[in-house]
């Protein structure tokens, strides 16, 4: 017996194909962009769709011959979205390696230069540890969103967002002794004796 809380087991079945196809799609229209990895996406619009059917009443979830163009409404948000975290890391990514360029010229002691290039990247990882959507939401938020403009961007309530937020500033005062996310390049900066510019 199938769960009614659960995707019908014959839209994952038949469509998964189709949902990457269509990502593929996309890819083929933006043949100089960046290529997203369809499994993921289709991962998530398969989670998001789940989000919503359950959130559905019974009698308004879409009949079999509706599910192609629900799924395909959700796929195009959820590439959209994807194309949007991606500038905003590449964005972020090169506003950090940026960061490195004024003060170059200004450190005599290799040593000194190691230990900031070395501060960078554990920078990087810690952020790309982090899992989605936190690393969208905190890419957002770095890049110059409130946390209310973020969470409606990728799709989460201002509470839930908020709740994110929190979680994210103690994994990086825990991982990367930063004081909070958008002041982790400050916090950098001043560790390496680098405070003014």
Known sequence: MSDENELPEE???VHWRRVCAWVRQRDRRQPHGQRLDDSAVASDV???ALE???RMPSE????KDKWVPWLSSITKYKVQEADRVRRAQERISHELTATFVPYQNQVGDPAEDV???ESLDHLYRCVRALPEPDQSLLFL???GKTVAEAAREI?????AAAMRMTRIRKYLRG???FAAPHDALTALREALGRGQE
């Open 175 to 177: 991982e990367g002794g």
């Open 52 to 54: 919503l059917w359950r």
């Open 141 to 143: 938020v770095w890049g």
């Open 11 to 13: 839209m994952l079945r």
């Open 115 to 117: 230990a900031y290039r």
């Open 46 to 48: 398969f989670e998001k």
């Open 60 to 63: 308004e979830r879409p009949d």
């Open 155 to 159: 799709g989460l309530t201002r509470n």
